[in-house]
Structures are given as C-alpha cells and as structure tokens.
C-alpha cells in the first residue's frame, strides 16, 4: 500500500508522522473518513466541507491543500483501488512542545485508503449482520465542551464507550456499537455511528447539539424527505428505541445498518429500514458508478 503524506506517495511503511506532531501528542488534528465508489469519493463535497468546518472549529483556517481531491485520486490510484475506504487527516503539525498552538501553521496531510466491498444497488454491505447496540454509561461529550460538530483525531469518549462493551459482552451476547447519551440522558448517537428509530411511520433521530452530524445522515433524512416520509428530530430516551417498531445506524462504511436489539431487546430492521437502504444504494449507484 502507498499513502500520502505531506503532498508525495509513500509505501506504508515509509508512511509516518513526527513524535512532535500535535496529532499524535494532543489529537490536535481534523479527519474525514470517506467511501470511494468505483474510484469516486461518495459525497466529497459534503466531507470537505465538514473537514473544513473541523479545522475552523480549531482555528486553524485555510490549512486544508488545495489539491486535497487530488491527493485523494492519486492514493486510489497507486493501490489501484476503486471500492475503498478514504481516510484523509489533517494535523496542526509539528510545533514546539508547548500546550498553546503557534499561528503560524505548517499541517501534516496523510490520505490513507484501504479495498472495501463494491456498493451501490448490486453492492455487499460491509457489515454481516445488523448491529447489537447495547447503551453505555460514558455520555457524550457536552457541546460546551467540544463542540460536537467537529470530527477530530481525539476519540477517547468513543473509545471509553466501546470499552464498556467488552463488560458486557459474553459467550451469548456481543453488542458492537455502543449507544451513548447526552448529559441529560437524552439519546446522542453510537460510538462511531448516528441513530435512527421507526416509530408509527415515523422515522426518528436525535436533533443535532450533541452529536456529529453525519453525512450519511443527513443523505438518509434527504431521500426520506423526498420520499415525503414523515421525518422528525427530537429529544428521545433509551425507552423510546427500545420500543421502537425499527430502528437503524447510519455511517459513511455501514451506509444502513439495521439494529437488531438494544440492551438485548428485539427490535430489527423493517419496511422502512430496507426501503431506505435500497434508495441509498441506488443515489451510490447514480452519484459513483
Ligand atoms: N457519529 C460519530 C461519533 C462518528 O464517528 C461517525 C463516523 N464519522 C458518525 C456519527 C457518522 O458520520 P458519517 O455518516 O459522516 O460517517
């Protein structure tokens, strides 16, 4: 495999970053993590977008390259792949070891790729089977805090939270998203995932504040407006989804992933689940291939 890093094609192992770097010492950094289809990135100007929101967020305007896209292109093309996983990471560089970044910017650039699955309508789901969801105790990083719209190299929250999984896991049961909640209680998202629910026809999911809004979310809410399914953002609690007559997680490799139970109770994909699945394969389909 080769990866870019700073504007040139490296091999892998060649591929590294400084032990200076403020990505690796403060997960001080922005990413993406994109899904190439047939060799084009699904959605890319929706992720450069938020990858430069990210960096705003930290201050760090007008560091993302210009050819940024074709760095992209070219990392597909060395490894000759065209169903993919794109990851491209900005850092704030190498700086001197102190907590308060430095104006000036000089930001580490990597474009990682690795093969997926084709998508599209005659695609594989990257996932086999509907996900296990078993909530957690560790909430979701308050807004005031982090601002929950930022996607940066500093997943430690979902890192605690997926560690709670191992805690519950046994020889019977092995959840493998972990559903966290505000500090309220309120449902936030999954770990690495955002949270849809199927309730009298109605498709649910928690409204935006303490959670990253994600693109295949926000893709999924657009093809069921247009399909004019009623569409509904909200406060909601574990009970609500519990009870749910379906319920789905939603990320740029998962697509639509059907839930299979939450806290160990049935509560399965449906009607709309698939439906919307299928139209997100086929928009893959019109959009990449
Ligand atoms: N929430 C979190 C915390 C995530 O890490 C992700 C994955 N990027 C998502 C939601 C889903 O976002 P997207 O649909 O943009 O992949």
Redesign the pocket.
């Known amino acids: 495999m080769q990866y870019h890093v700073d504007g040139e094609l490296v091999d892998r192992e060649n591929a590294t970053v400084s032990v200076d770097d403020r990505g690796f010492r403060y997960g001080d950094a922005a990413f993406e993590?994109c899904r190439a289809y047939g060799g084009e990135v699904f959605a890319w100007d929706r992720h450069l977008e938020r990858l430069e929101r990210t960096c705003a967020t930290l201050g760090m305007e007008g560091v993302v390259p210009e050819d940024i896209a074709d760095r992209v292109d070219e990392t597909l093309a060395a490894n000759d792949l065209e169903d993919a996983y794109v990851r491209v990471s900005i850092s704030r560089g190498v700086q001197p070891g102190k907590l308060t970044p430095q104006s000036e910017v000089d930001p580490t650039v990597v474009v990682y790729a690795k093969p997926l699955p084709r998508g599209g309508v005659d695609g594989k789901a990257v996932w086999e089977d509907p996900a296990v969801v078993q909530s957690v105790k560790t909430r979701r990083v308050p807004d005031a805090a982090l601002p929950a719209d930022a996607?940066t190299h500093n997943y430690l929250n979902?890192i605690l939270a997926r560690l709670e999984l191992r805690r519950a896991t046994n020889e019977g049961y092995r959840p493998d998203e972990a559903l966290m909640r505000d500090t309220d209680g309120n449902l936030a998202?999954?770990?690495?995932?955002?949270l849809f629910f199927v309730d009298d026809g109605v498709l649910k999911t928690p409204a935006e504040g303490s959670?990253?809004p994600?693109?295949?979310?926000e893709v999924v809410m657009e093809i069921a407006e247009a399909e004019e399914f009623p569409v509904e953002e909200g406060r909601y609690a574990v009970d609500d989804l519990r009870t749910a007559d379906e319920a789905f997680l939603?990320?740029?490799t998962w697509e639509v992933r059907p839930v299979e139970s939450v806290d160990g109770i049935a509560v399965g994909g449906g009607p709309m689940t698939e439906l919307l699945g299928r139209l997100y394969s086929r928009r893959v389909e019109e959009r990449c291939y």
Not at 214 to 217: A, E
């Open positions: 993590t996607k979902g998202e999954g770990a690495t995932s955002n959670l990253l994600g693109i295949t979310r939603t990320n740029t």
